[in-house]
């Protein structure tokens, strides 16, 4: 717990595969995305669409002091967003 407490507080922000950022802010934050995904499928059809398996999403927010933890295992699993403005996630963590 003390190590994670000094990486916070040195403001490191630590994003795996997957993990997508957009007008945020963030500040003295850990987000670590260590998903393991085999044999899904992840599909977004049409206009605004999101489709996420095992992701962090972090969009038009601001996160402070903040630690986000997404460990999940995702396998054999079909992430589907068809038609307009849709979002379909699959073990994801999203802040909008």
């Known amino acids: 717990m003390k190590k ?3 990486i916070a ?3 490191v922000v630590i ?21 393991i995904n085999k044999g899904n499928t992840t599909v977004a059809i049409g206009k605004d669409n999101l489709a996420s398996t095992g992701s962090v999403n972090i969009k038009d927010s601001k996160v402070n002091k903040s630690i986000i933890l997404n460990k999940s295992i995702n396998k054999g699993n079909t992430t589907v967003a068809i038609g307009k403005g ?4 699959t073990g994801s963590v999203t802040v909008e």
Do not use: Q
């Open 86 to 89: 849709n979002t379909a996630s």
């Open 9 to 11: 507080m040195s403001a």
């Open 15 to 35: 994003m795996g595969s997957g993990a997508a950022l957009a007008e945020s802010k963030v500040n003295k934050s850990i987000i670590l995305n260590k998903s």
């Open 4 to 6: 994670a407490i000094v």
